[in-house]
T-cell receptor, first 114, second 116 residues
């Protein structure tokens, strides 16, 4: 059974550019959540996808968008990058979207915006 | 809105000492779940425990124990006989039962350094 994987591990972008981060969920998990973790802070919920539909969203602007594919892998897209978008982006998968579901986190993608 | 506070930003102990990490939460909901995660330098969040709001029994797992007190809205985590491998950032988190999206609200984390 493979765990949650994310790619790339590190990324450097320039302000104003667009970025796509990828996540493969754990085998059998149909729910993927994305979190942003700024340096020295706790992760903040961006959104969740369940069966290819957005199933909840945190306090992030529309330039943060996502997709989930039929195999339950997911992408996080960020347009018009700002310096404050520099952070560790964590993906978590779970068996289902309810609050009981234990979330399994990937190693994250470290995004640096210059 | 819910909130999780971890007042201790950094704790340093010597190996074999006991250490308690504090967590205080705020929510108006009566049904919720509390979690502790460990984040080693590799960055991956490792699940440690989940506790629901109706179960106030303390739990012990090896050197780890958790003290949940609804009266003070606290969910503290104690490591007994700490080891260097326990060095990491520890996060307390809250999830509401009626969440649309199983959102975890995290505290700011406590960095634990265990010195040999």
């Amino acid at each position: 059974e493979t765990g949650v994987t994310q790619s790339p591990t590190h990324l450097i972008k320039t302000r104003g550019q667009q970025v796509t981060l990828r996540c493969s969920s754990q085998s059998g998990h149909n729910t993927v959540s994305w979190y942003q973790q700024a340096l020295g802070q706790g992760p903040q919920f961006i959104f969740q996808y369940y069966r290819e539909e957005e199933n909840g969203r945190g306090n992030f602007p529309p330039r943060f968008s996502g997709l989930q594919f039929p195999n339950y892998s997911s992408e996080l897209n960020v347009n018009a990058l700002e310096l404050d978008d520099s952070a560790l982006y964590l993906c978590a998968s779970s068996l289902d979207p309810d609050a009981l579901g234990e979330q399994y986190f990937g190693p994250g993608t470290r995004l640096t915006v210059t | 809105a819910q909130k999780v506070t971890q007042a201790q930003t950094e704790i340093s102990v010597v190996e074999k000492e006991d250490v308690t990490l504090d967590c205080v939460y705020e929510t108006r909901d009566t049904t919720y779940y509390l979690f502790w995660y460990k984040q080693p330098p590799s960055g991956e969040l490792v699940f440690l425990i989940r506790r629901n709001s109706f179960d106030e029994q303390n739990e012990i797992s090896g050197r780890y124990s958790w003290n949940f007190q609804k009266s003070t809205s606290s969910f503290n985590f104690t490591i007994t006989a700490s080891q260097v491998v326990d060095s990491a950032v520890y996060f307390c988190a809250l999830s509401l039962y009626n969440n649309a999206g199983n959102m975890l609200t995290f505290g700011g984390g406590t960095r634990l350094m265990v010195k040999p």
